[in-house]
């Protein structure tokens, strides 16, 4: 349950009434969004992430960017997240528990679950291997795109904001991370 009370929409006022009500007309409406509108400098900042996955998917393409974005959300244990990718690897025919990945599929697995573990001990070796599949200018795409992963991971697992009716289905399917449980 949420660790914040929610405002019902018809107590939205100014540009998060008319931002609610654009989400609405589009069925754009999750808990998450619901929760920022509650703030529209938080909710204007966060939807960034629309832009930035734009740019990943792009990149990257649409199979590696969710396998990345799942491998941060996963690594940082956000309930949330985790599940909106698991159900995205499952439209894309993925089982989310065992696939194989390629080889840059596999290295931005890895750079998601270190960005999450400790960004400061991102390799050497791993942006190397990054940079065999893309430019500089790609890779701060990939960075970038993670960081506000990451961030976002950070936004609903802080406030506890509740998972959206239609994950519920597969809450069941959310492992938590333990990898915090060795760190003293």
């Not at 001990?121 to 190397?128: F, G, T």
């Amino acid at each position: 349950m949420a660790r914040v009370n929610l405002k019902q929409p018809n107590e939205l006022t100014g540009e998060a009434k008319k931002a609610y009500d654009e989400l609405a007309s589009k069925g754009k409406i999750t808990n998450m969004k619901l929760v920022m509108l509650q703030d529209y400098g938080t909710y204007k900042a966060f939807m960034g992430w629309y832009d930035s996955w734009a740019s990943l998917e792009k990149v990257v393409g649409l199979r590696a960017a969710t396998i990345y974005a799942h491998s941060v959300s996963t690594t940082n244990g956000c309930m949330l997240c985790s599940l909106f990718f698991i159900s995205d690897l499952k439209e894309l025919g993925i089982d989310p528990n065992n696939f194989e990945v390629s080889e840059n599929e596999k290295l931005l697995q890895d750079l998601g679950r270190q960005i999450v573990k400790d960004p400061t001990k991102v390799s050497d070796e791993l942006l190397n291997g990054l940079r065999k599949f893309y430019t500089d200018e790609e890779i701060i795409v990939i960075v970038g795109f993670g960081a506000q992963m990451q961030a976002t991971n950070n936004f609903n697992s802080v406030l506890g904001v509740d998972v959206d009716e239609r994950l519920l289905p597969i809450k069941d399917q959310f492992k938590p991370a333990t990898w915090r449980e060795v760190i003293k």
